[in-house]
Each structure stands twice: as structure tokens, then as C-alpha cells.
């Protein structure tokens, strides 16, 4: 047997980071790369730095774990704080973006559930989403690669066109508990739903008495410009997952919802042995001091400008390699003519340069939250010479 001890799941490239230092991270062989991928939108405040690791460093030594069956002053003050910011009344907290749409299905369907319509359990999801990788979260895409060997999966959900609204509106009917969608696709590359879409699916779910939950996990937490991107449209949802900038590499989701969405959720519904404990709840705490000073969404919007301007520059001087650049603040994608995959390789090879392949034939530009304009300068230098020395033909 040659399995690897890692299960193969993963395609890994052959940067074997060790070390991280602000926006860069350093190879076990010493090579330093910029990093535009923060982990997949997760190190919101780069790598390394000195407040989140303080709170973290400090919680360790004072209480790392102890059980949800005692009370958590941690926690609650956490949730206190994270509610005053949002449309949420209640916050669930989990150690994963994946645990946080589990929570959200499950808060929807007992909504139904508690309030007479046991029937409503069929969430419609829409294409090209990604929730994460359980079996709920699979079953609530319609993309092979996930799910194919995995079923049977679970039943109740539906995935129309996004951005269709008139498809969403024709699909519900009385077994229908709700919407499931992001704001702002991620892994689906870059594509913000529309307004009209939003404000239609907030519509509906007011005159038939459903469950509008967003996926947060990616575009929430400041990466947009404002701390969720819903923020933007002018509506709230009813229960929204987030996770990955929250901890800033610590890991930490949450499921908020308001009072009415929550009402199911009772004694003995839900759990998690790890969920919340005083070590998530330190860095949570951490990353909200940082991110919830003044102006540091104005600098995500500020920096997020400055990078879209430049990017549209590099689209117009390069249209055989690229087609659009797209996406709000700090969440970017170049919808590129080549193998997305091929290009962020090549980017990453030749010009110590990280960037994250998206479907749709998008490059995904996630940098920290706290670049500044020399990060980006240094960024465009570098997809401008992986542009300039690209040959897709060398890479295939
Ligand atoms: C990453 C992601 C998830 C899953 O989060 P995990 O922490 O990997 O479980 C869910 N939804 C969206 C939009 C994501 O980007």
C-alpha cells in the first residue's frame, strides 16, 4: 500500500509553508511567498500577528476547553458582542464554516417544524454555491465532483440557476422551507447576486413564511468592505453561517439567527463537544478588537479600490489572457482565458505569487484585510510579470 498518510484528498502543491510573517509566508526550503490567499479568506489579519496571538497565547495558559454543559462567560460575552454588530439575535458557535450551514439547515427545518409546517423541510440552493464538504452541505449543490459516490445524500434540497429569480420564485411550493445562498459566490468565482435577486428572495420568503439563510463563511467578516456583505443590499437574512475570517486562522464558525428563526432550537437540538470554548471565543474576541476599530472597513473599501482599479488596468493590457476582473472590497477574481489552476501554479512558481483558482474560470485575490498599498503594488508587479511570462501551452 503507497496511500499517503495525508488521505489524497487534496491536490497539494509542492510550497510547504513553515513560517508566517504579516502578508507573506516562507517555505520550508526559505523561499517567501506574498500571500493574496490568506488561507482561503480565513487570515484576515495576515500571519502572525502580535494581537491575535497574544489572546491566544494568554487563553492557552488561563483555560483552553471545558465542556458546553457549564456556563461560559467566555462565550457569552463573545456573542454580545458579535449580535450588537449584526441582524442576529442568537449565535451558535462552531469550529468550521461546514458546521455552521449544518446549523443553519437545522434551525430552518425546526423553524417549519415548531411553527406547523413539519412539510417545509426542501431548502433551494443555487448553482455553482459551495457550502463545505458534509453530507448536508453536498447534498445542497449539484456538482458532480462532490458528489458523486457519496449518495445517497440527503433529501430536501433543490438547486436552481443563481441570479434566476424567476426560477426561484416558480420552484417553491408547500414542502419548501426556505433559501440557501451567498451573497457573494466564492468558490463559484466571485459572482455577486444581484440586488434584484436579493431583495426577490427576501420578498418571497416575507409572503410565504420562509427561511432566508446566507452563506456568509466567505464574503462576511469584513472581506467585502462592510462586516457583512448583506450589508450592501439593504436587507438582512433570517440565519446566516459564518466562519473563516472570524478566527483568523483559529478554528471558529457561527451560525446566527434571530429570535423567530430560532424559535426550534431548544434544549437538547443541538451540540458540539468543541464548539465556542474559551479558546475560540479569545480569538474571536481578538480579531473583533482589531477589525472593529475605526476605519478598518474604510481601509478594506480603500484598498479594495485601489486593486480593482489596477486589475481593470491589467484586463485591458492583457485581453488574450483576461476577459474581466470582478468582485466588492477585498474579495477579487480575474476571470482569465486559461486554466485558472494552471495560471495561480504558474503565478506561484515563477513569481512567488499565492492567488486561489475558482470555478467560472476565475482567479480569486483574497488578500489579508490589512495590505497596504505597497502589498499591491508588489502584487501587480508580480501578476503583471506572471501575465507577461505566461505560455499556456508551457504549462499544460
Ligand atoms: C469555505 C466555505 C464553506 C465551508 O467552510 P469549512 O470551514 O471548509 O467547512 C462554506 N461556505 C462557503 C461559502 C465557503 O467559502
Known amino acids: 500500500m503507497a496511500i499517503a498518510p495525508l488521505m489524497p484528498v487534496y491536490p497539494r502543491c509542492a510550497v510547504r509553508p513553515v513560517r508566517g510573517e504579516g502578508c507573506y509566508l516562507i517555505s520550508e526550503n526559505g523561499d517567501r511567498y506574498l500571500d493574496f490567499a490568506s488561507g482561503i479568506a480565513v487570515n484576515i489579519l495576515g500571519h502572525g500577528h502580535p494581537h491575535l496571538v497574544k489572546a491566544i497565547q494568554e487563553q492557552t495558559a488561563t483555560l483552553m476547553h471545558v465542556s458546553n454543559l457549564y456556563g461560559s462567560p467566555q462565550g457569552e460575552a463573545f456573542a454580545k458582542r458579535l449580535l450588537k454588530h449584526c441582524f442576529a439575535d442568537t449565535v451558535f458557535f462552531t469550529n468550521s464554516g461546514v458546521e455552521a450551514i449544518e446549523c443553519a439547515i437545522k434551525t430552518a427545518r425546526r423553524f417549519h417544524y415548531v411553527t406547523g409546517n413539519p412539510q417545509r423541510t426542501k431548502l433551494i440552493a443555487f448553482s455553482n454555491a459551495f457550502h463545505g464538504r458534509t453530507l448536508g452541505a453536498i447534498s445542497a449543490t449539484n456538482q458532480p465532483k462532490m458528489r458523486d459516490g457519496f449518495e445517497p445524500l440527503l433529501p430536501g434540497f433543490e438547486v436552481l440557476n443563481f441570479n434566476d429569480l424567476a426560477a426561484a420564485e416558480a420552484a417553491v411550493d408547500d414542502h419548501t422551507a426556505g433559501f440557501l445562498v451567498e451573497p457573494i459566490q466564492g468558490e463559484g468565482g466571485i459572482r455577486p447576486a444581484t440586488d434584484e435577486f436579493l431583495h426577490g428572495l427576501r420578498r418571497i420568503c416575507d409572503e410565504k413564511g420562509l ?45 446566527l439567527a434571530t429570535e423567530y428563526a430560532a424559535q426550534g432550537m431548544v434544549f437538547g437540538t443541538h451540540g458540539s463537544t468543541y464548539g465556542g470554548n474559551p479558546l475560540a471565543m479569545a480569538a474571536g474576541q481578538a480579531i473583533l478588537d482589531v477589525i472593529m476599530e475605526d476605519g478598518f472597513f474604510d481601509h478594506v473599501i480603500k484598498m479594495g479600490k485601489i486593486l480593482e482599479e489596477k486589475l481593470n488596468e491589467l484586463v485591458k493590457k492583457y485581453p488574450e489572457l483576461c476577459l ?34 475558482a470555478a467560472d474560470n476565475v482567479i480569486r485575490i483574497l488578500p489579508p484585510l490589512v495590505i497596504e498599498e505597497k502589498h499591491i503594488a508588489e502584487f501587480i508587479e508580480k501578476l503583471e510579470a506572471g501575465l507577461k511570462s505566461y505560455s499556456p501551452a508551457a504549462a499544460a
Open 211 to 255: 427561511m432566508l439563510i446566507f452563506d456568509e463563511v466567505q464574503c462576511g467578516y469584513g472581506r467585502s468592505g462592510t462586516f457583512f456583505a448583506h450589508e450592501q443590499y439593504g436587507l438582512t437574512p433570517d440565519i446566516m453561517a459564518v466562519a473563516k475570517g472570524i478566527g483568523g486562522g483559529f478554528p471558529l464558525g457561527a451560525c
Open 324 to 357: 474581466e476582473a470582478r468582485g466588492r472590497g477585498l474579495i477579487r477574481g480575474i476571470k482569465v482565458t486559461v486554466q485558472p489552476r494552471d495560471f495561480v501554479a504558474h503565478l506561484r512558481d515563477n513569481h512567488a505569487l499565492l492567488t486561489v483558482a
